[in-house]
């Protein structure tokens, strides 16, 4: 089954408001990942977080691992925040494995 | 600095012929990462190479995928026999020492599409 589930899967924003993204995991990891994917397609490295908070910018990142859950604070929203955010787990003896993705729209 | 290369950018193939994906990696990077990404599966992890040689192929599928680091300066992904499942983006990433906290750098990706 789907080892990593994301929620929500769309949002929409004004620009100005604050996003929460979340990830939950159903086996243990050792490390995740966010990544972030513009609307045309090219993908970014966003944050390794394999416990704890972690702050770039206008994101936060928490992972909890006895909680098994990750979660990506975006704080006043801008447009250009439009786009995918994707989380990936790395669990115990297996491969990388991603979510579905959150797709992000920020409107004017 | 050029960021990660990746060719051809399309690729249209017909069913049962081979596809040979190329990927330049950032200069001094010692890691290159191949991944998979479809609507209807998403984004999958394929396989990755750390100094050239082959440090994890967990994701890549067991018949007609496979993957080379020849020389620092380029991997390559073959698909023998494609099939219309194989159509993907093909994304291609690099970083500089090659373990997971480490940023990623991704290409363009290669748009396979086989008929």
């Known amino acids: 089954g789907q080892q990593v589930q994301q929620s929500p899967a769309s949002l929409v924003l004004q620009e100005g408001e604050n996003a929460e993204l979340q990830c939950n995991f159903s086996t243990s990891l050792n490390s995740m990942q966010w990544f972030y994917q513009r609307p045309e397609g090219s993908l970014v490295s966003l944050f390794y977080?394999?416990?704890g908070t972690k702050q770039s910018g206008r994101l936060t990142s928490t992972t909890v691992i006895k909680e098994r859950r990750s979660s990506l604070h975006i704080s006043s929203s801008q447009i250009t925040d439009s786009g995918t955010y994707l989380c990936?787990?790395?669990?115990?003896?297996?491969?990388?494995?991603f979510g579905k993705g959150a797709k992000l729209t920020v409107s004017p | 600095n050029a960021g990660v290369i990746q060719t051809p950018r399309h690729k249209v193939t017909g069913k049962g012929q081979e596809a040979t994906l190329w990927c330049e990696p950032i200069s001094g990077h010692s890691a290159v990462f191949w991944y998979r990404q479809t609507i209807v599966q998403g984004l999958e992890f394929l396989t990755y190479f750390r100094n050239q040689a082959p440090i994890d192929d967990s994701g890549m599928p067991k018949e007609r995928f496979s993957a080379q680091m020849p020389n620092q300066s380029h991997s390559t992904l073959k698909i023998q026999s494609t099939q219309p499942q194989d159509s993907a983006v093909y994304l291609c990433a690099s970083s500089l020492d090659g373990i997971w906290g480490d940023t990623q750098y991704f290409g363009p990706g290669t748009r396979l599409l086989v008929l």
């Open positions: 990936a787990m790395e669990g115990t003896g297996s491969k990388l494995s």
């Open positions: 977080n394999p416990s």
